[in-house]
């Protein structure tokens, strides 16, 4: 599905990652929720909803190498993904992740064993959006013999010292188009590399349509890769009244959490359900936000409802203040990375 990597840009995707004590992902009441980050002209500021200390969020991913591009997402004590869009933009990206990871893009990362929380390690890359797909439906349009090479050049190198980060088989649209394209892609990776051809992690999965469907889009891929963990990173029921998408959402989020080989998940989507921001193609039900930014029943109810404090109209500029409270005592280490950031800025010109 559609993606706005292109329209998140340097300066503000620049605000750095500090750990904060806050955010609790290791007791979450959601363990494998996640968040799918989309850029629109309101998603910095309706972000802060989930970045507040009881969201049950232990994840996030934007379709982009970089963390942010909002401060609150940025400073989250949660994990972040990044994710190597498509095989033309792969090698910058690749070494956009190899900055991160090696400090010189000055964004500090948690310890990795600190605060009992995921805080601001990277540990997972995502690879490829819907290479099968069309540019114009956010798909990234690859020739499965053409990624295969790719991703041998610059996917399987992060997999291996100093970095031994786990990375994704690409993900593609859940279709048979996609499974043929994934078949492709392995036929290619052996020919190239017959030594363990395209090595992966973890499978990365895309599902629209029903329940019944998604289990068996989930089972297929399952029955491909039975050893792979599999991630869902994009589902809903599209372009569904209302109470058709409720009902989808109401059982599969459970689905999805009693699922032993899904560890993460993420619906699709975290946008407004009009004023600009809605998805043409999934339609406005989908959506986490209404027109004005407050919670939705779904928004709500991914965020854990009443069990962890989150009511259906409830907007993200009340939580954004609780979660500016909290960066108060950072506000020296704040204040050195801003100017870190600045001076990132004006050398890695290279970057996009
Ligand atoms: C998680 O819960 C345990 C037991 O209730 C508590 O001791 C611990 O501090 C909590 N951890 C976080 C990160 O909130
Ligand atoms: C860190 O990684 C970047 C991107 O690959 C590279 O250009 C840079 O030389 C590396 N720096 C160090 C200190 O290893
Ligand atoms: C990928 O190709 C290899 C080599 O031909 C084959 O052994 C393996 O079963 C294939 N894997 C999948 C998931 O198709
Ligand atoms: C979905 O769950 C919510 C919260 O439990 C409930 O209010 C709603 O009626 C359910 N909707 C459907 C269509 O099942």
Do not use: I, V
């Given at each position: 599905m559609r993606s706005s990597y292109q329209t998140i840009t340097i300066p503000t995707l620049l605000l750095s990652l500090i750990p904060l004590s806050h955010g609790s992902a290791a007791n979450s009441t959601f363990p494998k929720r996640g968040l799918c980050y989309i850029a629109t002209d309101h998603s910095e500021s309706d972000s802060h909803i989930f970045t507040t200390s009881n969201s049950p969020l232990t994840w996030y991913y934007n379709?982009?190498?970089?963390?942010?591009?909002?401060?609150?997402?940025?400073?989250?004590?949660?994990e972040f993904v990044p994710m190597v869009h498509s095989a033309s933009d792969a090698a910058a990206s690749v070494d956009t992740i190899k900055a991160i990871l090696n400090g010189s893009a000055g964004i500090?990362?948690?310890a990795s064993s600190g605060g009992g929380g995921r805080g601001n390690r990277v540990t997972h890359v995502l690879t490829f959006n819907e290479p099968d797909g069309d540019t114009s439906t956010g798909g990234t349009d690859s020739a499965p013999?053409?990624?295969a090479q790719v991703y041998i050049d610059t996917i399987l190198p992060l997999?291996?010292?100093?970095y031994h980060l786990q990375v994704s088989l690409p993900a593609t649209t859940g279709s048979a188009r996609g499974l043929e394209w994934l078949r492709a892609f392995n036929v290619s990776c052996f020919r190239r590399r017959p030594a363990g051809g395209c090595?992966?992690?973890f499978v990365a999965a895309h599902w629209y349509g029903d329940l019944a469907g998604m289990a068996s889009w989930l089972g297929t891929l399952h029955a491909l890769y039975p050893a792979k963990p599999l991630w869902v990173t994009e589902f809903a029921l599209p372009a569904a009244p209302a109470a058709a998408t409720q009902a989808f959402f109401n059982d599969s989020l459970p689905y999805l959490d009693a699922l032993a080989y899904v560890p993460r998940y993420a619906w699709f989507g975290a946008f407004r359900s009009s004023g600009g921001d809605g998805n043409e193609w999934t339609g406005d039900q989908v959506s986490l936000f209404d027109g004005h930014g407050r919670l939705t029943d779904l928004g709500a109810g991914y965020l854990g409802g009443d069990k962890d404090g989150f009511h259906e109209g409830e907007s993200a500029s009340n939580s954004a203040a609780a979660a500016t409270a909290g960066f108060a005592t950072t506000t020296m280490s704040w204040t050195m990375c801003l100017l870190l950031a600045c001076s990132v800025v004006a050398n890695l010109g290279w970057l996009l």
């Open positions: 379709y982009s190498p970089w963390p942010g591009p909002s401060s609150s997402l940025a400073q989250w004590s949660t500090p990362l948690a013999d053409h990624a997999r291996a010292a100093p090595a992966f992690d």
